[in-house]
C-alpha cells in the first residue's frame, strides 16, 4: 500500500503525467476556443487522428519535425473550414455535423494511410521531438524535472496556454470570440461580422486539436496507430465543461487528469494482475463523467453554444 | 449570407436533393479513388457488383444492414426527440453480452419461450445503460452527447475484461472470445444454409412499429414536439422529463437489440470485433433517412451495400476499403447539406 502512495512523490511520474496531459491540453484550448465562439466541435475526435497522420507523414516523407506540426495544423484547419462551413452560415446541427467531421476526417486518414504504406505490418518510425531540458530550471527541486525536461511541443502547450488566455480576455480579437458566443447579436450590431469570427474561431480551434493529435505520434510516440487517439479527443471535450470555459482552469483539469492516468497505469503494474487491467483503463473515462456531473450544476455554458446565428434575426 | 425558408419543396425536389447529395458524394469518392490509380468507372461497378451483383452479394448486404437498422432506429427515436444518443456503440455491446450470458445454457429452455426472453432481457438491458446519461442530463443537467460517448469506451472495456475473464471461451485458444450460445438461443436462418437470418425480419417489423409510433400514437407527437421545441412543449403541459426518459429506454433497447441479433442470429459468441462501429455508422444511417423509421431500412441496406461491395471491390481493385467509410461519412455531410437546401434558399449578400 505504502508504494501507492510513493508514486506520487517520484519525478519519472510527474514527467509522464506532463507528458499525458500535452495533447489534451492543445486539444482542449482548441476545442474552448470554439465553444467560446458558439460552436460545440464534435469533430475533435477526427480532427485529432488527422493531425496526428499528417504531422507524422510529414515527417515520414522527409519534412522536418515543425514543418510536421505546421502541416498538421494546416490539415486540422480546413476541417476546421467544412465544420464551421456547414454550422455557420449554413446553421446545421452541430451535432450531426461534428460526428460526420469525426467520421470523414478518420476514415480519410486510414484511406490515405492504407494508399501510401499499403502493405506494412508493423508502423514505421519517425525520429520524434527529443526531451530538450531548460537550462538551469531544469535543476529545480521537484518541479524542475517534471516541467523542464519535457519536449518542445509540451513547453508550446504550456505557452498556448498563457497565449490563448491573454488573447481571449486583454485583446479585442478575443473579446469578439466571447461575445458571438455570448450575444452574436451585440456583435453584429458594433459592425463586426459574427461569421467570420465563428468560422475563424472554429479553424483556429481545430488547428490546435491537430497539433494535439501530432503530439501523439511526434512526442510521445514515434508511428502512427489505427484508433491511436482512442476517446482523447471526447475526454477533452468534458474537460472543456470542466474548466468552465477558462484556459487556465482547463489546463488545471488537464494535468488531474492526465496525472490520474499516469497512476492508473503505475497502480496496475502494481496489483500484479489481481484486478483486471480494464478496470484500470476504464477510470480515465468514468473519472471524465464523473468530473461532469460534479461540475454540471455550476457550470455556464457560453449562452449562445450550439445556437446558429442569423444576420438580422432577433 | 443569409437564410431564407422556401415554401415546401415539391415531390421532384424531395427528390432531387438527395440524389444530388449522393451524386456529390459520388464524384469525391471518384477523386479518391483516382488517387489510387484505379478507374472510378470500373471500381463503383465492381462495389456495385460486390452489393448487388449476385445472389450471395444481395444476401450478404441484407445480412450486414441488419445491425444498421438497429442502431439507425435507436438514433432515429432518439435524435427525434433530440436526445443526442451517440452511444448505440455500448448498447449493442450490452445487448450481446446479456445474449451470451443468457444464451450459453444459463436457462435450459426450449427455443420458444427462450429466444424471446433473451430478446427481451437484452432490450431492457440496452435500455438501462441509455437511462443512465438520460437520467444525468435530466437531474443534474450534464450533456449526454460526452456521457454516452465515453460509455462506448468503457464498455468496450467491460466486454474486453468479461472475454479474458469470466464469459473466455475455454475452447478459443489465445483470441478473447465467448463460448457459442445453445441452439435452443439462435434465431434461424431465413434461407437454410445462408447467413442472412431472422434478426433481418426482426429489424424491419420492428422499423414498420416505431413509423407507427411516431406517427400515429401520443408518444411519438410527444417526441416530435419535445425535439421541435422542449420549452414550448413543457409550457403545453407536456411531461417533458418523461418524454425523454422513454426514448431514451425505447433508442437503449433497440440499440441492444442489434447486438442480440448479431449474436444470436450471425455470430453465435461474442468477440471484440462483433462491432466495427455499427452504432457510429447508424447515425449516418438516420440521418440519411432523415430520421424516418422506414427510411432507415432503405439507408441501412444503401450504407451496408457500400461497405460489402467496397470489401469486395477492395480485394481485385487494390483501392483500400476505407472508400466505404469515407463514402458513408461524405454522404452524412452532403446529405444534411441538401436537405437544408431544399428548405432554404442561401440569399449572398
Redesign the interface.
Known amino acids: 500500500m505504502m508504494d501507492a502512495v510513493e508514486i506520487l512523490f517520484t519525478a519519472s511520474f510527474w514527467v509522464a503525467a506532463i507528458r499525458i496531459a500535452s495533447p489534451l491540453i492543445f486539444a482542449t484550448l482548441g476545442e474552448l476556443i470554439c465553444e467560446r465562439a458558439g460552436v460545440l466541435n ?1 469533430g475533435i475526435e477526427g480532427i485529432m487522428t488527422a493531425g496526428a497522420f499528417a504531422g507524422w507523414f510529414t515527417v515520414y516523407m522527409g519534412g522536418d519535425l515543425w514543418t510536421g506540426v505546421l502541416v498538421a495544423a494546416l490539415v486540422g484547419m480546413a476541417f476546421g473550414l ?1 465544420h464551421s462551413f ?1 454550422t455557420v ?5 452541430q ?3 461534428g ?3 469525426t ?2 476526417a ?3 486518414t ?2 490515405v494511410y ?2 501510401a504504406l ?1 502493405e506494412v505490418t508493423s508502423p514505421p518510425k519517425i525520429e520524434p521531438f527529443q526531451p530538450w531540458p531548460v537550462p538551469g530550471l531544469s535543476k529545480l527541486p521537484v518541479v524542475g524535472e517534471a516541467l523542464f525536461t519535457q519536449t518542445p511541443l509540451t513547453y508550446l502547450a504550456f505557452v498556448l496556454v498563457i497565449v490563448v488566455a491573454w488573447g481571449l480576455y486583454r485583446t479585442p480579437l478575443g473579446l469578439a470570440v466571447r461575445a458571438v458566443g455570448e450575444n452574436p447579436g451585440a456583435v453584429e450590431a458594433q459592425g463586426i461580422s459574427v ?1 467570420a469570427v465563428r468560422m475563424g474561431a472554429v479553424m483556429a480551434g481545430s488547428a490546435l486539436m491537430a497539433i494535439g493529435g501530432a503530439f501523439l505520434t511526434m512526442s510521445a510516440f514515434n508511428s502512427f496507430f489505427f484508433n491511436m487517439i ?2 482523447r479527443g ?2 477533452c ?2 474537460l472543456v ?1 470542466f474548466g468552465s470555459w477558462r484556459p487556465g482552469k482547463a489546463l488545471l483539469g488537464a494535468i488531474l487528469f492526465a496525472a490520474f492516468d499516469a497512476y492508473q497505469i503505475r497502480l496496475q503494474q502494481l496489483s500484479g494482475g489481481v484486478v ?1 487491467y ?2 484500470f ?2 477510470l480515465p ?2 473519472l ?2 464523473l468530473a ?2 460534479v461540475v ?2 455550476r ?1 455556464t455554458y457560453p449562452k449562445a453554444l450550439m445556437v446558429p446565428y ?3 434575426e432577433r | ?3 431564407e425558408p422556401k415554401p415546401a419543396p415539391s415531390l421532384a425536389m424531395s427528390i432531387l436533393y438527395p440524389v444530388v447529395a449522393i451524386v456529390v458524394t459520388f464524384i469525391i469518392a471518384g477523386v ?1 479513388v483516382m ?2 490509380d484505379a478507374n472510378p468507372f470500373s471500381v463503383f461497378r465492381l462495389v456495385l457488383k460486390g452489393a448487388a451483383g449476385s445472389q450471395f452479394a444481395i444476401l450478404e448486404t441484407l445480412t450486414r444492414a441488419t445491425p444498421l437498422i438497429f442502431t439507425g432506429l435507436a438514433v432515429a427515436v432518439a435524435f427525434r426527440a433530440k436526445l ?1 444518443n ?1 452511444g448505440a456503440e455500448a448498447q449493442l455491446y450490452m445487448g450481446a453480452i446479456i445474449t451470451v450470458v443468457l444464451g450459453t445454457g444459463a436457462l435450459p429452455l426450449p427455443a420458444i419461450i427462450l429466444v424471446p426472453l433473451v430478446m427481451l432481457a437484452a432490450l431492457i438491458g440496452g435500455a438501462l445503460l441509455l437511462a443512465g446519461p438520460a437520467w ?1 442530463k435530466l437531474r ?4 449526454e ?3 454516452t ?6 464498455v468496450l ?2 466486454v ?2 468479461l472475454l ?2 469470466v464469459l473466455k471461451d475455454p475452447m478459443a485458444l489465445g483470441w478473447p472470445q465467448s463460448p457459442k450460445i445453445i441452439a435452443e438461443a439462435q434465431l434461424p436462418r431465413v434461407i437454410t444454409g445462408k447467413r442472412l437470418h431472422y434478426g433481418f425480419v426482426i429489424a424491419v417489423a420492428l422499423a414498420i412499429g416505431l413509423w407507427f409510433v411516431m406517427k400515429k400514437t401520443v408518444l411519438g407527437y410527444e417526441m416530435r414536439a419535445v425535439g421541435h421545441n422542449a420549452e414550448a412543449a413543457r409550457f403545453l403541459g407536456m411531461p417533458v422529463n418523461g418524454v425523454l426518459m422513454k426514448t431514451a429506454l425505447l433508442s437503449g433497447g433497440i440499440a441492444a437489440l442489434g447486438g442480440f441479433s448479431e449474436v444470436a442470429g450471425l455470430k453465435g459468441s461474442l468477440t471484440l470485433d462483433l462491432s466495427p462501429g455499427f452504432g ?1 455508422t447508424g ?2 444511417v438516420a ?1 440519411l433517412a432523415m430520421l424516418n423509421p422506414i427510411g432507415v431500412v432503405f439507408s441501412a441496406i444503401f450504407v451496408a451495400g457500400i461497405f460489402v461491395g467496397a470489401a469486395a471491390m477492395s480485394r481485385t481493385a ?1 483501392v ?1 476499403s ?2 466505404a ?2 463514402m ?3 454522404s ?2 452532403t446529405m ?2 441538401a436537405i ?1 437546401l431544399s428548405r432554404y434558399r ?1 440569399k449572398w449578400k
Open positions: 464534435l467544412l456547414l452560415p449554413l446553421g446545421l446541427s451535432h450531426v455535423v460526428i460526420g467531421v467520421l470523414l478518420t476514415s480519410l486510414y484511406y492504407r494508399l499499403p461569421t482512442n476517446g471526447w475526454v471535450i468534458a465543461v483486471p480494464q478496470v483503463l476504464m473515462y468514468a471524465s463523467i461532469l456531473i454540471a450544476r457550470a442569423q444576420k438580422g | 449570407m443569409r437564410l479518391l488517387l489510387a443526442w451517440i444525468l443534474f443537467g450534464v450533456d452527447v460526452v456521457t460517448l465515453l460509455l462506448n469506451f468503457i472495456l467491460f474486453s475484461m479474458e475473464g457510429y447515425i449516418v440521418m487494390g483500400p476505407y472508400i467509410d469515407v458513408v461519412a461524405t452524412l455531410l444534411v447539406t437544408m442561401v
